[in-house]
Nanobody, 125 residues
């Protein structure tokens, strides 16, 4: 069973930085590299939104709201994914989730099957 655990959330002031990590278990190193991965967030009262995704071939895409401020990366050997968040703003406040999937259809639709429990990010002005 694939399990994801996020870490690195916290409270910062506007303009600050946080580094979120996502560790996967239940997969071999070679299997992990075949999974697409992404970061999502959900603020109270709002729908969950995609923040950044990194495909199995390493291609990356970002939400417009975070482009130029956030950086997603993955280390297949360590079975981890990182979201470096710089120039944080109060509107970035949300619960952040990492997610992963193997199937191309779900990867393309961003309807991942495996999800972590989330880590809270709070940005004060």
């Amino acid at each position: 069973q694939v399990q994801l655990v996020e870490s690195g959330g916290g409270s910062v002031q506007a303009g600050g930085s946080l580094r979120l990590s996502c560790a996967a278990s239940g997969l071999t190193v070679s299997s992990f590299s075949t999974y697409c991965m992404g970061w999502f967030r959900q603020a109270p009262g709002l729908e969950r939104e995609g923040v950044a995704v990194i495909e199995r071939d390493g291609s990356i895409s970002y939400a417009h709201s975070v482009k130029g401020r956030f950086t997603i990366s993955r280390d297949n050997a360590k079975k981890t994914m990182v979201l470096q968040m710089d120039s944080l703003q109060p509107e970035d406040t949300a619960m952040y989730y990492c997610a992963t999937d193997f199937y191309s259809v779900r990867c393309a639709a961003r309807t991942y099957y495996y999800w972590g429990q989330g880590t809270q990010v709070t940005v004060s002005s």
